[in-house]
């Protein structure tokens, strides 16, 4: 891997890629990722499908129909005779709890600072295996969920995939568990304002010199240690998780205690009840016993989609994530050597420079272009596309475009009437507050309508909060769009450039059923 800190425009590292289409990956890789991240996740499609993405100034791109990673090696076959729900409960969540663990709970402070940076690729590749295995259920969850879709497109009418995935939602799953365990929290200290306040202001300082407040730290520390590890976004294990860094998580437990109406419980009995409704509705419309039945068969076969999808998210990210203790402890070596100036610039190097660094040798003018680099990235506007065009034949998995957004609907809008992809039914209006990075959110307050370049579970516990939920990427099966359902907010995914077309501050109209974005204006 090469890293070119002068390239400001978008080029394909090899002349011989040009002649595939090459997509880029605004879910995971809205903002550029730092040189070792991106080595990690070309080591996680490496053995998870075989396939090389393109790194183009820290952005991530996919391409289609270009050959499989030189040496990549499939993961082994998994039990057959296993559905979804049963193949990632009993055969792979266990394993990529014990991948997980090997990472985080080895003994680093007893390895020497040389065997810290020669076992570093050994120890990517234990994330990359347990990154495999949150994608081993993704094929035969998919299949009935396409036969819910193709059903109801079949018996309702074309553009009834937000129907289906509706029929789906309200369930128990990770995402929910998230929001869920900070809300019990709230519904705890709702007895005590002055608590509350110090909650609300996310100051972790003031909460402890708040009576109440140290007990109330002590249960927070323990929720954000269950359900806080893993990367803030996909895949960047660079940030702070919300565990290492509570101040978001402590706000909105203070945000709950003084707005019971968006508590993720009261949210979550939403998408329960709006689920009711959709099933009841749908098999009244259906003519005959008959069709009634097999409606009912397929929502049984169906109904793991939600939490076996957002059980593998949430355990992608800590697979991922896992990877910041080994390199944050190398960092610390580094730093004690003169190698780096913090421990952070770890993450600006690549697995190879590190043997080096860890013998002594200089790395700070390295790290310093890169970051520069980097920062620069982080300003530009990815093109969609890189390579050859796009064919108008190109095959694409119509589970996965529904899941990344590429269906052609969400073409860039003129005007204050944005479209994009239908991901969550109902109509909101209220204030768009715009967030690109998740310390930013913050600044949300109940009601307002959350407009972000994309969610990660990280993000999750701030959907029973938000009136509307707009994002610049994505489908109806994309995380935003399964948790907006998951917390009954509407929810409009694939606004290409949301974050850059609507104003911070502007009233804004979200219609997740109709897919469309009213700017009103500030």
Sequence with gaps: MTIEPEIEHFRLPDPAMEQYTWLWDAMHTPRPLPPIVAQ??????????????????????????????????????????????????????????ALCASLVDAAYA???????????????????????????????????????????????????????????????????????????????????????????????AAVARTPGGRPLLDALAAVLDAHGQGNQTWMDFSQPSPAEDPALALRLVGLYARAPEHSPA????????????????????????????????????????????????????????????PLLALGGRLVALGSVAEAADVFFLLLEELPAAAHGEAAHPRVAARRAAWERWRQLVPPQTLGAPLPEDASVNPMLAKMFGVTGTNLPTAGPLLRGNPASGGQARGRARVVLELDEALALEEGEVLVCPFTAPAWTPLFSLAAAIVTDAGGVLSHAAITAREYGVPCVAGVREATRTIPDGAVVSVDGTAGTVLVEGA
């Excluded at 289609?64 to 055969?91: D, I, N």
């Excluded at 689920?275 to 009912?296: C, H, I, S, T, Y």
Aim: neutral net charge.
């Design 110 to 204: 007893q390895t020497t600072t040389a065997d810290l940076a020669a076992r570093m690729p050994a120890w990517f590749e234990i994330s990359a295996q347990a990154f495999a295995l949150t994608m081993a259920p993704l094929e035969r969850l998919m299949a009935p969920s396409a036969r819910l879709i193709a059903f109801c497109n079949r018996s309702f009418g074309p553009g009834s995939d937000l129907l289906a995935m509706t029929l789906l939602q309200g369930t128990t799953n990770d995402s929910t568990a998230r929001g869920l365990a900070l809300g019990e929290l709230a519904e705890s200290v709702q007895h005590n304002p002055e608590l509350v306040a110090a909650a609300a202001s996310g100051d972790s």
């Design 40 to 97: 990690a996740f070309t080591a996680y499609m490496r053995a998870s499908s075989g396939g090389k993405p393109a790194v183009v100034n820290g952005y991530l791109y996919h391409g289609l129909g270009a050959p499989p990673a030189p040496g990549a090696q499939r993961p082994p076959p998994l039990l057959p005779e296993l559905g979804a729900r049963a193949l990632w409960e009993t055969e792979c969540l266990p394993r990529v709890r």
């Design 266 to 325: 009261a949210a979550h009995a939403r998408a329960a009840a709006a689920r009711d409704e959709a099933e009841r509705q749908a098999l009244a419309r259906l003519p005959g016993e008959e069709l009634r039945r097999e409606l009912a068969a397929i929502l049984a076969d169906a109904n793991a989609y939600a939490p076996v999808m957002e059980g593998r998210a949430n355990w992608q990210v800590r697979a991922s994530g896992a990877l910041r203790t």
